[in-house]
């Protein structure tokens, strides 16, 4: 008999799994205490789930939450390093919840692993470092959302394969939340701010005149974004 109590996530998780949509078969690289994909399972959101992660332990912890919804069945689990655990094709991945630059890597590394296959991205930082890298490998970025979660709001994005050319701005605030006017993009471009605002009062002390002058320029765009959506 399978777990009768609804596998509930927060609103980060939900946002992913909202921008996932419903797949033959989805992978959830690092995906720590399962809860993503039990909850594909437990809604019949993807006939099956393959959980990576490159620690036995946690795998240990989504094998056992699948365990109690009697769907063992519908799930594949694996050790190891990023999408290099996988040895099959799947139709999307969701890699969440790590730096921007780390997920680039994970991509780029496992190319033909993720041939054909919808990514749901959520960078907790140096998002666009990881638009600019999805370009250079050679995926474009299709999808993007906003979800606050807490005090922070997180960056949501899908990419598939094909060409796409960025401007600087798409490619520092996102391609998508500049199309939509995103309602939560005046809230993040504040943040934005403040955060690089920061950052730019400590390199200047540091006396770095390459990273002033990256921090001021990333700081200009953030300052037109904000006087655009206030029109």
Not at 118 to 144: F, H, K, T, Y
Request: aromatic share 4%; hydrophobic share 45%.
């Amino acid at each position: 008999m399978g777990y009768t109590k609804r596998i509930s996530l927060d609103p980060r998780l939900s946002a992913i799994a909202e921008m996932l949509g419903s797949c033959a078969c989805c992978a959830d690289i690092g995906s720590d205490h399962g809860r993503l994909g039990a909850f594909l399972i437990q809604n019949h959101r993807c006939e099956r789930v393959v959980l990576t992660d490159i620690s036995a332990d946690s795998l240990c912890k989504a094998r056992a939450l699948i365990a109690l919804l009697g769907c063992e069945d519908r799930a594949d689990f694996r050790v190891g390093d990023g999408a290099l655990a996988l040895d099959g094709r799947v139709d999307a991945a969701v890699i969440a919840g790590m730096g921007g630059e780390t997920i680039a890597e994970i991509v780029e590394g496992a190319r033909d692993r993720l041939d054909g296959a919808r990514l749901i991205l959520q960078p907790n930082v140096a998002a666009p470092e990881l638009r600019a890298r999805l370009n250079a490998a050679g995926w474009m970025v299709s999808d993007e959302e906003l979800v606050r979660d807490g005090r922070r709001i997180y960056v949501i994005l899908a990419a598939e394969r094909g060409a796409q050319r960025l401007s600087e701005r798409e490619t520092e605030v996102g391609p998508a939340l500049l199309a939509k006017r995103h309602p939560l993009l005046g809230d993040y471009a504040r943040f934005r701010l403040r955060v690089e605002r920061k950052a730019l009062d400590g390199a200047r002390m540091g006396g770095d005149a390459a990273v002033v002058a990256e921090l001021e320029r990333r700081i200009a765009i953030w300052e037109e974004v904000e006087a655009w959506l206030e029109q």
